[in-house]
């Protein structure tokens, strides 16, 4: 048992000792160990530590929920990363409210020279899927570690395309490592554990509540040399992000919209009130950010050539569309005699590898196209 770990984690566990009060008493008194063996009289001593507080620190006995969490940690290879761990992330250690143990499972650098979170609505149009996907493409030779929270919508496309263009991609939770919100990005979680990660603040068996979102996106937001909102109304999870970004004296960028399109509202609304710089493509941030001596020069090549090792049913599937410049599935298992829901993850396959996208109304096109 790692007995240092288990006094991290116990102190996050502590009724009113938050991410501020657990760093200022840790300085005092030197390590969470020594918290933990200070009386009630001297931890009152300590600056922002109340009676309440400082009791609820010395009467603390509950140990065993810490002691779960060091096992599932080692059970899983999981990094827990306090925050003076050197892996722990340089810039969200510069947040005053940045979490006291960080948990991650990947291999992506948190520490990565340049880091983008990339944010916006659940509910994204064909438009929004369309920017995000020949962004993050054209982004891909800067190098960028691609940030973004695992949710419907823009945050999933933005995954994506950071596999699919090998870029390392971390997403941030908002529950625990023994589950994934939602559960339909099974897949994709998978697939960015190989050049990336999740991470989490919130322990085995804390599950996507509600309040834990605004809590992921401060992460989100803080551990980024920069947020891109790409496509969000006036309220939701993007805005805070956004905020939280400005908050934290970090770059924000929008992607602006039509002044009558609902979901292009938010990112109007922050450029409009010099919350957010307005760009059109990855070269106007490349510029802004100073990386754009990482894009070959010349106009960027948006095509992309087509996987050489194709297997025999992808390639018959790419041979469909030599004629159409898109298809649907039941078309696609009607000529080439085939069960859908063995086509279906097939296709999910090739989707991640860049070959087709996906359309609305389940139809299909290369992604070449």
């Not at 992921?216 to 040399?225: E, F, S, W």
């Not at 004296?249 to 009130?273: H, Q, Y």
């Amino acid at each position: 048992m790692n007995h240092d770990l288990l006094h991290w984690i116990a102190l996050t566990q502590v009724p009113g000792v938050g991410s501020v009060n657990a760093k200022t008493l840790i300085s005092y008194c030197g390590s969470p160990e020594e918290v933990f063996k200070k009386s009630k009289t001297r931890l009152m001593r300590v600056p922002g530590i109340g009676e309440i507080t400082a009791s609820a620190i010395a009467s603390f006995t509950n140990f065993e929920r810490a002691e779960q969490e060091v096992e599932f940690i080692k059970r899983h290879s999981i990094k827990a990363l306090p925050y003076t761990h050197p892996e722990y992330p340089f810039r969200l250690k510069e947040a005053e409210d940045a979490p006291v143990v960080i948990y991650y499972l990947g291999n992506a650098n948190l520490n990565a020279p340049k880091t983008l979170a990339i944010v916006g609505t659940r509910k994204a149009s064909e438009y929004g899927k369309a920017f995000t996907e020949r962004f993050v493409a054209d982004l891909a030779s800067s190098g960028c570690l691609v940030v973004s929270g695992m949710a419907y919508g823009i945050d999933i496309f933005a995954h994506r395309a950071a596999v699919q263009n090998q870029l390392p991609t971390v997403g941030v939770l908002a529950h625990g490592l023994h589950t994934l919100y939602p559960s339909s990005h099974q897949a994709t979680a998978k697939r960015m554990k190989e050049n990336g990660g999740l991470l989490t603040e919130f322990l085995m068996g804390q599950d996507a509540d509600k309040e834990n979102f605004p809590k992921r996106n401060r992460i989100v937001a803080a551990m980024c040399d920069a947020t891109l909102v790409i496509e969000t109304a006036q309220r939701g999870g993007a805005m805070i992000t956004a905020d939280l970004a400005n908050g934290y004296n970090r770059d924000v960028f929008a992607v602006p919209g039509r002044t009558t399109d609902e979901l292009s509202g938010g990112c109007n609304l922050l450029i409009k009130k010099n919350k957010a710089a307005l760009i059109e493509n990855a070269a106007d941030f490349l510029f802004q950010m100073g990386w754009e001596q990482q894009v070959t020069k010349g106009k960027i090549n948006r095509k992309k050539a087509l996987p050489l090792n194709l297997t025999i049913e992808e390639q018959s599937i790419v041979n469909l569309f030599s004629n159409t410049g898109k298809l649907g599935i039941d078309d696609i298992c009607l000529k080439l005699k085939a069960e859908q829901g063995n086509m279906a993850l097939i296709l999910l396959d090739m989707e991640f590898k860049g070959i087709i996208r996906s359309l609305p109304g389940k139809y299909y096109q290369l992604s070449n196209a």
